[in-house]
Structure formats: structure tokens, C-alpha cells
T-cell receptor, first 114, second 114 residues
Framework: AQSVTQPDIHITVSEGASLELRCNYS??????LFWYVQSPGQGLQLLLK??????LVQGIKGFEAEFKRSQSSFNLRKPSVHWSDAAEYFC????????????FGSGTRLSIRP | DGGITQSPKYLFRKEGQNVTLSCEQN?????MYWYRQDPGQGLRLIYY???????QKGDIAEGYSVSREKKESFPLTVTSAQKNPTAFYLC?????????????FGPGTRLLVL
């Protein structure tokens, strides 16, 4: 069965520092992979998605993610974080076996140190 | 502007009362979804609809009901049978139902019990 794991519940980084949020998935074939961001009290906004092709995907707000099949990972990165990046980040995998056709990870909360 | 609207932003429910959360989209999407979000638990699917006049139960449908009489509208009723309704409710839509489809989210409704 498909699944998504975000091993870090909470991460704190300094403003201007680089960021990497981890995501591991379980899926038999080439997966559809997504990263969403949720600001406090708001809905989820799509940052980027991977379907096929180039394994390095560029998204909005300066984020990128790299699909690594050998490691079953889809980590999200940003070279220099801004205070406005503080939010909850969700990795997700498209899953035909799921009623909603998408399985979300449990999220990683990002805090920014001034 | 195309998007998904949810109302109200905050909703208070008294014991034994049914309340209805509104979700409207003008994206011309066929599929719509309702999720419940509790702290530390990610998103859980309540109901989904692939097409007008059709809907299916998700993982936690007990105590909830929905209707899909119009393509753009997918209201969720939280009934008195739902004993722990306090949560953040998110509505989403996608162009069609499928593992590769991107889901777009509304801003959410926070339900509180008086």
C-alpha cells in the first residue's frame, strides 16, 4: 500500500539559512508526488509536483524538490529561508488505492529563528 | 478569480445541533473532497464526490453528511451524531478523480463546540 512519511515533526532554522524537509514514500510504480504548504489557519497551497521527467522540480516561492527513486525520497529544499516561510509543509503521493486518490504525510512544522 | 471558497471561517455548534459548512468552487472541477484536520494528525478524508449527484464515504464519514446537487457546490453537514466535531475542515477540488490530479484547497472552516 502507498504511504508517505515525514520524519521531522518540527524544524527550526535561522532566517537566511538553507532548508531541507524530508519526505519518504512507499509506492510500487513511478509515483505522483506533491508538496503543499499551509500557513496557520489557512488552506493548503500547492508548492510543486512531480509526475515524470526531470527529477529536480522547481516550484513557487523559491522551493525545489528532488525525486530520488533509489531512496524513495522527495525532499523539499530552499537555499535561503525567509520569515514568511514559517508554516506547515505536507508531502503527498498520488494513490489509486486511496479514496481521495492522494495520501498526505503528517506534516512538518517549520519555524524561523530571527 | 478562480478558486474555492468556504464559509463561514468560524462556526460554533451547540450540543445536539446540526451545522452546515459551505464549499463553492468556480474552477469547473468535477471532483470535490472534504477533509478534517486535527493537530498532529494530518488530513483525514470525510467524503468525496467525483461527479454531480454522486458522493462516497471516506475514512471518517460517521456523523457527517453531504450533498452534490450542483457541480460547484459541496456542502458538509456535521450532525449531532458526531461527538467530537471540534476541528479544522478543509474542502478541496480537482479537475477529475485520479491519482495524478492536483487538489486545490479552500481556506478552511474552524468548527468549535459551545
Amino acid at each position: 500500500a502507498q504511504s508517505v512519511t515525514q520524519p521531522d515533526i518540527h524544524i527550526t532554522v535561522s532566517e537566511g539559512a538553507s532548508l531541507e524537509l524530508r519526505c519518504n514514500y512507499s509506492y510500487g510504480a513511478t509515483p505522483y508526488l506533491f508538496w503543499y504548504v499551509q500557513s496557520p489557519g489557512q488552506g493548503l497551497q500547492l508548492l510543486l509536483k512531480y509526475f515524470s521527467g526531470d527529477t529536480l522540480v522547481q516550484g513557487i516561492k523559491g522551493f525545489e524538490a528532488e525525486f530520488k527513486r533509489s531512496q524513495s525520497s522527495f525532499n523539499l529544499r530552499k537555499p535561503s529561508v525567509h520569515w514568511s516561510d514559517a508554516a506547515e509543509y505536507f508531502c503527498a503521493v498520488g494513490a489509486d488505492s486511496s479514496a481521495s486518490k492522494i495520501i498526505f504525510g503528517s506534516g512538518t512544522r517549520l519555524s524561523i529563528r530571527p | 478569480d478562480g478558486g474555492i471558497t468556504q464559509s463561514p471561517k468560524y462556526l460554533f455548534r451547540k450540543e445536539g445541533q446540526n451545522v452546515t459548512l459551505s464549499c463553492e468552487q468556480n474552477l469547473n472541477h468535477d471532483a470535490m473532497y472534504w477533509y478534517r484536520q486535527d493537530p498532529g494528525q494530518g488530513l483525514r478524508l470525510i467524503y468525496y464526490s467525483q461527479i454531480v449527484n454522486d458522493f462516497q464515504k471516506g475514512d471518517i464519514a460517521e456523523g457527517y453528511s453531504v450533498s452534490r446537487e450542483k457541480k460547484e457546490s459541496f456542502p458538509l453537514t456535521v450532525t449531532s451524531a458526531q461527538k467530537n466535531p471540534t476541528a479544522f475542515y478543509l474542502c478541496a477540488s480537482s479537475l477529475s478523480e485520479g491519482a495524478g490530479e492536483t487538489q486545490y484547497f479552500g481556506p478552511g472552516t474552524r468548527l468549535l463546540v459551545l
